[in-house]
């Protein structure tokens, strides 16, 4: 079959959208901006993805999950390529996979908070992240690896309930 003449990007797109973040179960590879992009090299397919973090390793777990995705549409000729030319960034989320994020009970990664003196000031060097349950910014952290080491753990002292950061990049 030739996948070229076949199957659109967007409809490779949607598959992708699918496949969903093995470290984060309620968003999806393209919603996390994993997914750089769907492009055809003469007959084959060639999805590019970026970890979200250099060593991170559900790369792998998510690389597998497209393939089976990809040939369970019946596409046989692609190939996942990693691309580290660029680093993933949170930035490259959307807004509505932070809001997501935060529904699930991870804070969403803020670059904003990492930057700001005045926020840093507060608690020494250690940064502070506002509890995705209630808001209030009188959090601990606790641990800098939570289920995974893309997440670190942290307490809120508000509401008694731990939950996790998504570390910025
Ligand atoms: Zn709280």
């Known amino acids: 079959m030739n996948t070229k003449q076949t199957i ?33 090299e003469g007959e084959s397919l060639i999805v590019k993805i970026t970890p979200t973090y250099s060593g991170c390793p ?30 993933w960034t949170t930035d490259w989320m959307t807004d509505h996979a932070k809001k997501k994020l935060k529904d699930y009970g991870i804070a ?9 003196d005045f926020l840093a000031n507060l608690k020494g060097s250690q940064k502070i992240v506002p509890c995705p349950w ?3 910014m009188d959090t601990e ?3 800098e690896f939570g289920s995974t080491a893309c997440k670190s753990q942290y307490y809120c002292n508000n509401c008694d309930q ?8």
């Open 8 to 40: 659109s990007k967007s409809k490779i797109w949607s598959w992708l959208e699918e496949v969903i973040d093995p470290e984060i179960p309620v968003l999806n590879v393209v919603e996390m901006g994993i997914v750089r992009g769907v492009e055809f």
């Open 58 to 87: 559900a790369i792998n777990a998510i690389e597998m999950e497209i393939h089976k995705k990809l040939k369970e549409k019946g596409i046989e000729n692609f190939r996942v390529v990693t691309d580290y030319k660029e680093s």
């Open 108 to 116: 969403p990664p803020d670059k904003s908070l990492k930057s700001d």
């Open 134 to 136: 209630c808001d209030s």
């Open 141 to 143: 952290l606790e641990s």
């Open 162 to 169: 731990p939950f996790e950061h998504f570390k910025c990049i």
